[in-house]
Each structure stands twice: as C-alpha cells, then as structure tokens.
C-alpha cells in the first residue's frame, strides 16, 4: 500500500469490511435480507482494528511523516520571525550609532574651529608689540590693526561694534559718563589690564576690546547680537 492518511486508509478498510461482512451474511443463510447501514457501520467498526500489523506500520509512517511536515513548517516560521525581529534590532542600532558617529563628528569639527579659532586669538595678541608706536593714526591703520588681530569670521561683526561706540576714533570720549577710545570702555582705565599705553596705542585698544567681546560674549559676533538687541554691550 503506497502512503496514504489516515482517514483514508480507514475510509477504505471500512468498505473492504462492508463488503467482506456482506459476504459473509450471505454464507450464514441470511441471503435476499441486505445488511442495514447501522449493521454495516457496526461491522466495519468491529472489523477495523483488525488493520493488518504491515499496513498499520504504513499509516503510522504516514502520520509521523505529515506530524514531521507541520513541525518542520512550524520552525521554518518561527525561524523567520526570529531573523526579521534580529534585523530590525541590528537595523535599530546601526542607525543608533550612526547618529552617535555624526554627532561626534560635529563635535569635534567644532571643537576643531574652536581651537583655530583660540589660536588666530593668540597670535593676533602676541603680534601686538609689532606695531609701531606712532603719535597719530588714521582710521585706515587702525582698521590694519584690528583686521591682523581679530579672526577673518569676525571682524565684521567687530567693526559693527567699534563703528557704532566710536567710529574708530581711539581718543573718542562721552561727555556725560567718561567712557573712553575705541569701545567706549568705562572707565576707559580698565583698557590698563592689555598695557599701559591704553590711552594712545590703538592696538592696546584692540586688545582689550578683543579680549572683552571673547571672555562675556564668546566672540565678537556674540558680542554684536547682543549690541543689536540691547544697543550696548
């Protein structure tokens, strides 16, 4: 008997008996009565444990094969469904520590400008002591001053400042509180802490004027958007 189901082989075994038990009440002189289907059923029913043992190994193969089918389908699903959750949770953290690498990426980028920055600072207040002292200085040398001393990025925003509180005029003082040079530093003595010169030298102006705008404002540009909302600064 080639692989069949259960069912199947039972469905078959069932009419074998009918027929068989059929026969059987013809031979025992109960011949021209047909067996009822309530008899047929019973017989079958009887007669259908009786499978012979090679045809039973043969159902029994065919159910623990269809038994193997369902668990080998039922892994294969649950093997894909542990696979797409895993992709989904490498997929997560992929995209975790991309953003993590960017935002070190711009941190250090910053960091980076931020020292070059600091270090065009130095220099332009190292380079102070090689101008040339001079007894008069026009608006356009002071200008080449503060252009060497303060970083290309923030100049601009510098020149705003000084064009507003002195229109570069080093020796430009307010009337009524005293504030004094090119920042209208009041008093204009606290410019002594960049040299003492404070009161002739342009580029101890600058200095000090630098170094004011960088330590509260953080710059020069700081510095100038605080100006435009307040008008001072």
Known sequence: MSR??????????????????AVTGVASGNAGQPMSDAEATASG???????PA???VEVQTAS???QADVQAIAADASAKKDAEAAAR????ADAVAKQKAAQK??????ARKEA????SRDAARESVTTFAVQSSYTIGQIQAMARQMVAADQFQCF???????????LHATNPSSGAYGLFQALPGSKMVSAGADWQTNPATQIKWGLSYMNGRYGSPCGAWSYWQANHWY
């Open 4 to 21: 069949i189901s259960v069912r199947g082989f039972a469905v078959a075994s069932a009419t074998a008996v009918t027929a068989v038990g």
């Open 54 to 56: 090679g045809e039973q």
């Open 105 to 110: 990426a711009e941190e250090d980028a910053k």
């Open 89 to 92: 949770k490498q997929a997560a």
């Open 45 to 51: 029913t009887t007669l259908l444990a009786d499978i």
């Open 159 to 169: 020149s705003n400042i000084v064009d507003h509180e002195s229109s570069w005029n």
């Open 64 to 66: 623990l094969t269809q």
């Open 116 to 119: 070059e920055e600091k270090a």
